[in-house]
C-alpha cells in the first residue's frame, strides 16, 4: 500500500489543535469561527490568524491541517464561502473539506493546485457519486457517510481509487444521511446545512417536572431525565418520541459511535485515513482519544497487534454502538 | 405581476401506497387534476419498487393520454449496486428523468434531466452549475426561505418550489417504520405500507412534531405556500411542486390552479385546502425562513 494510514482528529480551537498535535495527530481539521463550517458553535473555531498560526504549529511538528468549508453557501451571500476558501489556502492548508459543489467548483479554478477533500455533508455514498466528484473536480479523499456497512465501503473504496476515502471511527454518530437532513431547520430554524448548527443550545430549555428534567429543542419535549439520570445533551435524533402512544428512542439512542473493533477490517478495505468527531470536545478527551488511536494506528502500520482493550476503555460507562457499519443497525 | 403561467407539478408519491391504490390515484389524476406534469417512480426505499414496476407502462401511458408530461423521479439515497443499475435502466429506457442524487447527475452525463428537492441546491451557484449540467428544471429543497429562492429563481425560468404536502426533512440508512415495531429493515414485511400519510411521531408531552415513512422522516405539517403564490411568480418561480397525500389531491391541484390563475385568494385557497382530510396542519415556516414546522396564518 503506497498512502500511509492517517489519523484525522478534530480541533475546535488553537488550543485543542496543539493538543491533538502534541497527541499524534497525523492530520487535525478544524474551521473559521462563522457558519462556513458546520460546527458553528459560540467559542468555537479560529480567526483568520490563529488559522495562519495553527497552520504553522502543525507544520512545524509533521501534521497537516485541513480546513473544513462544509456548510452550504447561502444565496446572495457566496462571497463569504470564497474568500474563506482564498483564506485557508493563503493560511497553508493541506487540502480544503468542502461540501457544496459550487463551492467545489471555485476552489477548484481557482486554486487549481489545492488539494480537495469531500466533507461528508457532500453525502457521496455510491461509486457513481464519488466518480462525479473525482472526475469533474479533482477530489483527492471522500469523507464517506456513517450510513454505510463495512461491505459497502470496501467496494466504494475500490471504486473511489485514486481517490482515497476517510471514514468516522469515534465520536457522535449522525443517524440521518449527513448533508441531508432539515430535522434542526423543523424545529428550530437553524441546520446543518444553512448555518452549521444541530439543536442549538440557543433553542434548548429545560424545566423541572416533578423528579425529573424535561428537555425540549425548539420547544418540543424530547427527553425526560429521571432524578439522578445523567442528562445528555439532546440532540433531536438522539431523543425519545411516542409511535402509536408507544415511548421509543426511535431514531438512535443516545449512543456514540465506536468503530475500534473494525479498525483492521477497515484497513483491509483500503480505508486510509481514521476520523475522530468532536471539534467541541475538551482538551483531555482528545489528548487521551488521539494518544489511543495512534498507538493503535502505528500498530496496523507496523502489522503488531492492537489493543482493544485501551480502545474500547475510552467510552467506559458510556454506550457506544458500531452505528451502521454493521448492517444490523439498520 | 408577470404574465408568466406557473405551471403545478405532482411530485411521486413518497409512501408505499398498495399498488391498487397507487395504480388508482394516477388514473383519477390523469383523467381530472390540472397539473402540467407529474412524476412517478419510487423515491424512498428500493425495496417497495417492484411492486410499482409491474404496473407502471400502463400508468405512463394513462398519464400521457391524459395530457400530462410524464417524469421518472428516482431514488434518493441509492447505496447498492442493484440500485445504481436500476437507475442506470431508467435513465437507457429514454424516461424523462427527476435525479434526487449526485450518483442519478453522474449517470445522466449531461442529458436534460429534473433536479428533484432532494439534491442540496441552496444558492445561484450551484443552481447554475446544475443547469450547466442539464438540468432543465430544478425543484429546490424545502427548508429554502423566500429570501434565497427570489435570488434562486431570478432570470433563469428553471425554478420549482415544494408548494403542498408535508416535507421531506431527512434520509437514513435505518429504517424508522421497522423500528419502531422492532424489527429490523431487513427483515421489514412491508410494514409501511400501513402508513399511507406516513406514520406519526410525537413529542414526550404528546404534542405531533414529525412522521416518518420508512428510511424518510417528513413534518407532521402540511407544507401549504399559499399565501406566497404571488411572491413566488413574481420571483421569477415558473412551476409549483405538490407532494401527494391520501387527501383528494384534485382537488388540492385544482385550489392551487386557480391561485396560480388569480381566481381565488390565498385565504379561500387556505380555507379549501383546510377542510380536506389533511394529515397534518396548513404550515409555511421554511417559506418564511421560521422554524419550518411554523403554521401558516391564513387570513
Redesign the interface.
Known amino acids: 500500500m503506497t498512502t500511509p494510514l492517517e489519523l484525522v482528529c478534530p480541533a475546535g480551537t488553537p488550543a485543542g489543535l496543539r493538543t491533538a498535535v502534541d497527541a499524534g495527530a497525523h492530520s487535525v481539521y478544524c474551521g473559521y469561527r462563522d457558519e462556513t463550517n458546520a460546527r458553528n458553535f459560540p467559542g468555537l473555531n479560529f480567526d483568520r490568524l490563529e488559522m495562519r498560526e495553527a497552520a504553522a504549529y502543525a507544520h512545524q511538528h509533521g501534521a497537516k491541517i485541513l480546513i473544513a468549508l462544509n456548510t ?5 451571500t ?1 462571497d463569504l464561502w470564497k474568500r474563506g476558501v482564498d483564506d485557508a489556502v493563503e493560511a497553508g492548508a493541506d487540502a480544503l473539506i468542502l ?5 467545489v ?2 476552489a477548484r479554478k481557482a486554486h487549481p493546485k489545492q488539494r480537495l477533500h469531500l466533507s461528508v455533508q ?8 464519488i ?3 473525482r472526475d469533474r473536480f479533482g477530489i483527492s479523499r471522500v469523507v464517506l457517510p456513517r ?2 456497512t463495512v461491505e ?1 465501503i470496501a ?1 466504494l473504496t475500490a471504486h473511489a481509487a485514486p481517490c482515497e476515502t476517510e471514514v468516522f471511527v469515534f465520536g457522535g454518530l449522525c ?3 449527513e ?5 434542526s ?5 437553524k ?1 446543518p ?2 448555518t452549521g448548527v444541530c439543536s442549538p443550545p440557543s433553542h434548548v430549555t429545560y424545566r423541572e417536572d416533578r423528579d425529573a428534567l ?1 428537555a425540549c429543542v ?1 420547544g ?5 431525565f429521571n432524578r439522578g439520570e445523567p442528562a445528555g445533551y439532546p440532540t433531536l ?1 438522539k431523543g ?5 402512544g ?3 428512542h ?3 439512542d443516545p449512543v456514540s459511535l465506536n468503530a475500534v473493533e473494525l479498525l483492521p477490517r477497515l484497513v483491509e478495505c483500503g480505508v486510509t485515513a481514521f476520523k475522530i468527531e468532536g471539534r467541541q470536545r475538551g482538551r483531555a478527551y482528545i489528548s487521551t482519544v488521539v494518544r489511543t488511536f495512534r498507538k493503535a494506528i502505528d500498530a496496523m502500520a507496523s502489522g503488531k497487534k492492537v489493543d482493544f482493550e485501551e480502545l474500547r476503555g475510552l467510552t467506559e460507562g458510556q454506550r457506544d454502538t458500531v452505528g ?1 457499519y454493521k ?4 | 405581476m408577470t404574465n408568466t403561467r406557473l405551471s403545478l407539478t405532482l411530485g411521486p408519491v413518497l409512501y408505499n401506497w398498495p399498488v391498487s391504490r397507487w395504480v388508482d390515484f394516477y388514473t383519477r389524476i390523469a383523467d381530472e387534476a390540472p397539473v402540467d406534469r407529474v412524476c412517478i417512480g419510487e423515491v424512498v426505499c428500493s425495496k417497495r419498487k417492484p411492486f410499482v414496476d409491474d404496473v407502471i407502462l400502463d400508468v405512463v401511458d394513462r398519464l400521457e393520454r391524459g395530457g400530462k408530461e410524464v417524469v421518472y423521479s428516482t431514488l434518493a ?5 442493484r440500485e ?1 443499475r436500476d437507475i442506470g435502466d431508467m435513465i437507457q429506457a429514454g424516461y424523462q428523468i427527476e435525479a434526487n ?7 445522466l452525463n449531461g442529458k436534460p434531466h429534473i433536479v428533484g428537492p ?1 439534491i ?1 441546491i ?5 443552481l ?3 443547469l450547466k449540467l442539464g438540468a432543465t428544471r430544478v425543484c429546490l ?4 426561505p423566500l ?3 427570489r ?2 429563481a431570478n432570470g433563469n425560468k428553471a425554478v420549482e418550489v415544494f408548494a403542498f404536502g408535508r ?1 421531506p ?8 417504520s421497522a ?2 415495531r422492532g424489527i ?3 427483515a421489514c414485511q412491508f410494514v409501511c405500507e400501513a402508513e399511507l400519510d406516513g ?9 405531533p ?2 412522521a ?1 415513512n420508512g428510511i424518510q ?1 417528513q ?1 407532521y405539517v402540511v407544507t401549504a405556500a399559499v399565501r406566497h403564490v404571488d411572491a413566488l411568480r413574481d420571483a421569477g418561480v415558473v412551476s409549483l411542486r405538490l407532494s401527494p397525500q391520501t387527501c383528494d389531491m384534485v382537488r388540492v391541484a385544482r385550489v392551487f390552479r386557480d391561485l396560480a390563475d388569480g381566481n381565488t385568494t390565498p385565504q379561500e385557497a387556505g380555507e379549501s385546502l383546510s377542510v380536506l382530510h389533511l394529515p397534518g396542519p396548513l404550515s409555511d ?2 417559506l418564511r ?5 411554523s403554521l401558516a396564518e391564513l387570513d
Open positions: 452550504f453557501m447561502r444565496a446572495g457566496t461540501a457544496d459543489i459550487a463551492l467548483d471555485y457532500a453525502a457521496a455514498a455510491t461509486p457513481e457519486a466518480a462525479f466528484y450510513v454505510l459497502e467496494r443517524v440521518m444521511a448533508g441531508r437532513c432539515m430535522l431547520s423543523y424545529a428550530t430554524g441546520s446545512n444553512m424535561v425548539g418540543f419535549t424530547i427527553e425526560r435524533c425519545r418520541f411516542l409511535t402509536d408507544t415511548m421509543s426511535l431514531f438512535e451502521a448492517k444490523a443497525w439498520r | 439515497m441509492p447505496t447498492n449496486k445504481t442524487d449526485i450518483a442519478t447527475v453522474h449517470l432532494f442540496n441552496y444558492n445561484e451557484d450551484s447554475a452549475l446544475h429543497p424545502p427548508e429554502l429570501e434565497s429562492i435570488i434562486l416535507p426533512l431527512a434520509l437514513s440508512a435505518r429504517c424508522y423500528r419502531a429490523a429493515k431487513d406514520m406519526n411521531v410525537e413529542t414526550l408531552d404528546g404534542v412534531f414529525l416518518v422522516t413534518g415556516g421554511f425562513a421560521v422554524p419550518g414546522h
